[in-house]
C-alpha cells in the first residue's frame, strides 16, 4: 500500500496543452503540492 500513496514516480496519460485538460491539471497540482519524483507525461504525441 505504500507505493500506492507514496509513489516515486507518476505517469500521467492523456496530458494536452488545452487549459481545462485534466492531465494538465493533474500535473499543476503535483507541481502545487511538491511532488519530488519524475513525472511522465503521455499525449498524443506520445511520452512528452
Do not use: A, C, Q, W
Not at 514516480?9 to 493533474?26: A, E, F, W
Amino acid at each position: 500500500m505504500k507505493k500506492l500513496f507514496y509513489p516515486e514516480s507518476i505517469m500521467v496519460v492523456g496530458v494536452s496543452d488545452t487549459p481545462t485538460n485534466l492531465g494538465r491539471n493533474i500535473i499543476e497540482n503535483l507541481d502545487r503540492f511538491g511532488f519530488k519524483g519524475p513525472i511522465y507525461l503521455v499525449g498524443k504525441e506520445g511520452v512528452i
